[in-house]
């Protein structure tokens, strides 16, 4: 009986154990499905939060990179003729605004729709995009539209003070809706739907060196061949003359909103809200820095005297040519850039001058052309990861080297082609009288210093 009452009390033991066991596990699995909950729940909120401060920090970069038009405009105006003044501002404002629509409407489609190989197919006036959960397309379409008017203001520089304004509206539609917008889907398709060539070799241009400003520059090349340089601008002997800009404080100006924007250029590039926006700041002031002291000095050499237009342009110099490998080189990678950039400014503008004979009033061609090509090279020498400097031999450089050809090929043919077709229909060049008097008065009837201002032959 003592057994048989003893197998009870363990019978009954067994069984309140098992039921304990049973709500604790019970309580376990509840707890372990609470915590995956929990972490989920934390995980989509660290996503949407990252998410929406990609937006902030992408548009505001955005707006960083608008208010650089500003910075050209000044720039441009600054370095050319008060009897210009006008009609630089309204180009200014123009080819943003036109360009704004014109990439609305097809560029940025061509740029970053699903590719064919060669350009977007799809996209086209954001189509697809106005449903709920595309806020990302809008950010990147603001952010992509100041760029495209960025490659389209740069132009407008190298034929300053001889060009129609028709003509400058018929080539801002074109270089904003298709002949940017082509090249930028090679090297950044990606971005968005599309995938380029170039990128796919492993071309790097993080901000856009040769993408936005040698694209530009080389258009401004073209632009400023077909147009011819300015009346007085070279002697009977074919020796240059110079025909100072009218306001250095404005162009200098115009230097610190475009330092200031760049800030929103290359940061901003990462789209990205993280610790990478600091490290890209500095490279990005450290080049231009170096730029500047670099064109003071070695205008210092060549000109006795340490010219201001020139340190000017070498800060913008150093600005350009940093642009390319922000984001993949290191702070004394970005010295060597920017210097380099300087000193190669102040000699560009002056074989540009003297021995091709080519009038580019505000050294457009030089800032952005030349030291856009210079900076996308020196990626291929001192990228941290892959540059020759640091152990990854030739092959980057190399590749470098097509991004850096093509866009010339690109930008400078198709603007030949581009700038003889608007010559030979709604023509691109004023009258004589027209650009002895200003281009103020005989393309828009006023003047930018009204009561200041009177007929020159200067």
Not at 28 to 48: F, G, I, M, R, V
Not at 244 to 254: D, E, R, V
Request: hydrophobic fraction near 50%.
């Amino acid at each position: 009986m003592k057994k048989k009452k003893l197998y009870i009390k363990h019978l009954l033991l067994l069984l309140i154990l098992g039921l304990l066991s049973g709500n604790l596990y019970a309580q376990d699995s509840t707890a372990a499905a609470a915590n995956a909950a929990n972490d989920a729940a934390l995980t989509a909120l660290s996503e949407s939060l990252q998410n929406n401060l990609n937006i902030v920090w992408t548009c505001v970069a955005a707006f960083l990179v608008f208010f650089m038009q500003a910075g050209f405009a000044m720039v441009e105006s600054g370095f050319t003729r008060a009897k210009n003044t006008v009609n630089i501002i309204m180009k200014n404002l123009m080819d943003f605004s036109i360009g704004s629509i014109a990439f609305f409407l097809v560029g940025f489609a061509l740029m970053f729709g699903t590719t064919n190989g060669f350009f977007g197919t799809d996209s086209f006036a954001m189509a697809g995009s106005d449903v709920a959960g595309k806020d990302w397309d809008w950010t990147f379409l603001i952010f992509q539209t100041v760029f495209a008017g960025t490659a389209a203001t740069i132009v407008s520089g190298a034929m300053a003070e001889r060009t129609k304004f028709n003509a400058y509206l018929t080539y801002s539609v074109f270089i904003c809706a298709f002949i940017y917008p082509v090249f930028g889907s090679w090297a950044w398709g990606s971005l968005f739907k599309g995938s380029g060539w170039l990128e796919n070799l492993g071309f790097v241009d993080f901000a856009g060196s040769t993408v936005v400003h040698s694209v530009g520059g080389w258009l401004a090349l073209a632009g400023a061949i077909i147009l011819g340089p300015r009346i007085g601008k070279y002697d009977p002997e074919g020796n240059p003359k110079a025909i100072p800009g009218h306001n250095i404080t404005i162009a200098a100006l115009g230097v610190f909103i475009l330092w200031f924007g760049w800030f929103g250029f290359n940061p901003g590039s990462t789209t990205f809200g993280d610790g990478d926006i600091g490290r890209i700041a500095v490279t990005t002031n450290l080049a231009a820095a170096a730029g500047a002291v670099l064109a003071m000095f070695t205008s210092w050499l060549m000109f006795k005297k340490p010219d201001a237009s020139m340190a000017l342009n070498g800060a913008l110099a150093g600005l350009v040519a940093i642009t390319a490998g922000c984001a993949n080189v290191s702070p004394i990678g970005s010295l060597v850039i920017g210097a380099g950039a300087g000193m190669l400014v102040v000699i560009s503008v002056t074989v540009l001058d003297s021995v091709f004979k080519i009038d580019d009033p505000v050294g457009a061609v030089s800032v952005h052309g030349v030291c856009g090509a210079f900076g996308t090279l020196m990626v291929g020498l001192l990228d941290v990861n892959s540059g020759l400097f640091y152990g990854g031999g030739l092959q980057l450089l190399g590749i470098q080297a097509i991004g850096v050809a093509s866009g010339f090929v690109w930008a400078f043919g198709l603007g030949l082609i581009l700038f003889v077709i608007i010559r030979k229909t709604v023509g691109l060049r004023v009258t004589e009288e027209e650009e002895l008097r200003g281009l103020d008065i005989g393309e828009h009837g006023m003047e930018g210093y009204n009561g200041f201002q009177i007929f020159t032959t200067q």
